[in-house]
């Protein structure tokens, strides 16, 4: 998360840092449901799309989540958005690239149906 440190304007570290010790209270914050890049990923998960941002505190989490999938035989997608602020998919009535995003992961979505 160092990478991205200063330049995420919606998640900060000390935001997030304060958001797991709600969530986590003395349960230790790599503990795979504080992270799922602390659980087992061998057989069980579907294909996964992610989407992160590359000014994101979250992007090297999710870079690292990709590589841990693939590594256990998961399918995955990932897709870094350049210099988008975390949860850009919510400003979707102001964001061009909020749109596209929900729109690729809609398409990703209906081609697991297929």
Request: a neutral charge; aromatic letters at 6%.
């Amino acid at each position: 998360m160092q990478r991205c440190i200063d330049s995420d304007l919606v998640l900060t570290a000390t935001r997030l840092a304060a958001r797991a010790n709600m969530y986590l209270g003395s349960t230790s914050n790599q503990h795979p449901l504080a992270s799922p890049l602390f659980g087992d990923l061998t057989g069980g998960l579907p294909p996964l799309v992610l989407h992160t941002s590359s000014a994101e505190l979250l992007c090297d989490d999710a870079v690292r989540f990709a590589t841990r999938a693939a590594a256990a035989g998961v399918r995955v997608t990932l897709d870094i958005w350049p210099g988008l602020p975390h949860d850009w998919h919510r400003f979707t009535p102001i964001l061009s690239e909020a749109r596209q995003a929900v729109a690729a992961a809609g398409r990703f979505l209906a081609s697991q149906l297929a």
